[in-house]
């Protein structure tokens, strides 16, 4: 195997025997063989698309497998198998479409006529990220591939809300069939490679709009909100993730049962949104981000459901008390996760984990105060007649955006210091369980504007980039770029690397990552990164702290 999509990855280069995340060198294989299928899969469909032919399911069908293969999502096999000839199979009608049953021509890239046996027998060296020679289009072709991953991930959360766009679909399509290795198509060039990147940042911009859309739209505008962080009496379940559509049904399920419902990790958000306020039994938020699961869903002692990423493999003490749903799976040669699966209307039975749930103690308190959340947008922009006066008065200095992924290295300690090192005239604008590393700090607030404002789950970054948007037109500036803004983001897989895209398509310069530069950027690709943005790694509080906050 060789994968190096996450910032975990072994050495900062890449994972080669298995991944640091727990994923198997099998299943990594897998993955990689699910990427080529939907390669070809992508190349058939936009051949058909020219004919009318086309599959009208490729792009919800698209996402859910991209997804799926983001890092701590599924570690099952046999999903991958089935999703593979599932690919293949679907190819398959379209391509024959095409073509009226006659075969596809001497010319047709491998992806695209490839057999289930003759996939299955290929190594991740033949078809994986090192089947592309050139370091640099490697590069470009991997960061456009987990561009694409976090597309999928928030488009598979707006579609469950009923938002689609066709021209998500067609960008993931043509995006695809850009890294096919043999396409006959004209190879583009380095230029328009990056343009692709920038146009995958566009497409993030928008997808994350559809969704915040569709959040508000189903679940209210976030209002702040204080989220308790000890426990009740009764027997809870723990849900984890991103799906605000399970956490509904689930909060339904448990009204009136006597088994109380507390989120964990980017779940914590969903206590800002009214309509999930009016469950008396949605009780607070359990721990922390999600590397520490292991030790937190130990202690909550009743099940817990992983809706999404990010699943760490699970320890045999409560593995008979963890479910899964979605894309999210785990298998091994050891144990098997329950999965609850979705009905043909979207909807799920809750019972066997409602039920398991009330033979369980309550959980064991592991803090007791509380965490502020619900600082999207609106609430922002709500009052930004007071932020301006408090700028112009220089009561706020700087806002520094610290959104994105938390993780468990030690270097992430960075974060802390760098926020309790901030002066207290500045305010952190945040998104992404990269908040844990300071939220609960007693930061304080500036005329009653907390110091850091939350506005929700990685998606949520689309709300700090309203927030910016809107400052500058009442700033009467011309761009973000102008602001008294900073970024210092941390990421940790793919969905960040979506959002620094993003962040790029829309002309944001000088943003600082970290804890370290994501290894698939050659260096050649790193070097456009910084002659055209400006973007650098971060170094140790005091030289950040002089060169972002103190010029």
């Known amino acids: 195997m060789f994968c190096y999509q996450c910032e975990e990855t072994m050495n900062g280069t890449g994972c080669t025997m298995n991944g640091m995340c727990g994923k198997k060198g099998d299943v990594a294989l897998l993955q990689d063989q699910l990427i080529y299928a939907l390669k070809g899969y992508a190349f058939c469909n936009s051949r058909g698309r020219t004919k009318g032919c086309n599959d009208p399911d490729f792009g919800p069908f698209v996402m859910e497998a991209l997804f799926s293969t983001l890092t701590n999502v599924n570690f099952d096999a046999a ?11 679907r190819r398959d009608v379209v391509r024959n479409a095409v073509h009226d049953g006659a075969p596809p021509g001497p010319h047709a890239p491998n992806a695209a006529v490839i057999t289930y046996d003759d996939l299955m027998a290929k190594t991740a060296e033949e078809i994986g990220v090192l089947s592309t020679e050139n370091v640099d289009v490697r590069s470009l072709r991997e960061t456009l591939v987990y561009g694409l991953k976090g597309i999928s991930a928030y488009g598979i959360h707006a579609l469950i809300l009923n938002s689609e766009s066709d021209d998500v679909y067609q960008f993931i399509e043509k995006a695809l069939v850009s890294t096919i290795e043999d396409s006959p ?15 995958c940042g566009s497409i993030g911009v928008k997808i994350m709009s559809m969704l915040d859309s569709a959040n508000t739209e189903t679940y209210g505008i976030p209002v702040p909100t204080s989220v308790s962080t000890g426990v009740g009496k009764n027997p809870g379940i723990l849900i984890s993730g991103h799906d605000l559509k399970d956490l509904e049904m689930l909060l339904e399920q448990t009204k009136g049962s006597g088994v109380d419902v507390y989120t964990h990790g980017e779940m914590l958000p969903a206590h800002g949104y009214p309509f999930f306020q009016k469950y008396d039994n949605f009780i607070g938020n359990y721990g922390n981000s ?59 039975d809750f019972t066997e984990i409602i039920e398991l749930a009330k033979k369980c103690p309550a959980p064991t308190e592991i803090e007791n105060g509380t965490v502020m959340t619900g600082f999207a947008h609106n609430s922002v922009l709500s009052v930004a007649d007071k932020v301006i006066d ?24 960075y974060y802390t210091e760098f926020a309790e090192a901030l002066p207290d005239n500045t305010i952190i604008l945040t998104a992404g369980c990269a908040k844990y590393r300071y939220n609960k700090l007693n930061l304080g607030d500036i005329g009653g504007i907390p110091r850091v404002l939350d506005a929700g789950q990685c998606n949520d970054c689309y709300s700090l980039v309203v927030i910016a948007t809107e400052l500058v037109k009442a700033f009467g500036l011309e761009s973000v770029n102008d602001l008294p803004l900073v970024f210092n983001i941390a990421w940790y897989e793919q969905k960040a690397t979506l959002v620094f895209l993003a962040l790029l398509s829309l002309g944001v310069q000088n943003i600082v990552i970290g804890p370290t530069l994501p290894a698939c950027l050659s260096s050649t690709v790193l070097d456009v990164l910084i002659k055209t943005f400006n973007v650098s790694k971060n170094t140790d509080v005091e030289n950040d702290m002089k060169r972002l906050i103190t010029l």
């Open 185 to 199: 198509l004209e190879k583009p060039n380095v230029d328009q490679m990056v343009a692709l990147l920038m146009e």
């Open 79 to 89: 999903y991958f198998e089935k999703m593979i000839k599932e690919t293949l199979a």
């Open 390 to 413: 408090a700028v112009k008065a220089g009561d706020i200095q700087k806002f520094v955006v610290m959104a994105g992924c938390d993780g468990r290295h030690k270097e992430r300690s």
């Open 290 to 348: 999600w590397w520490h699961q292991k030790s937190e869903f130990e202690s909550f002692n009743g099940p817990i459901l992983m809706t999404t990423n990010c699943l760490v493999p699970p320890k045999d003490t409560y593995a008979d008390r963890l479910y899964t749903t979605n894309m999210v799976g785990y298998s091994d040669d050891k144990l098997k996760i329950k999965h609850i699966t979705a009905k043909s209307d979207g909807s799920k």
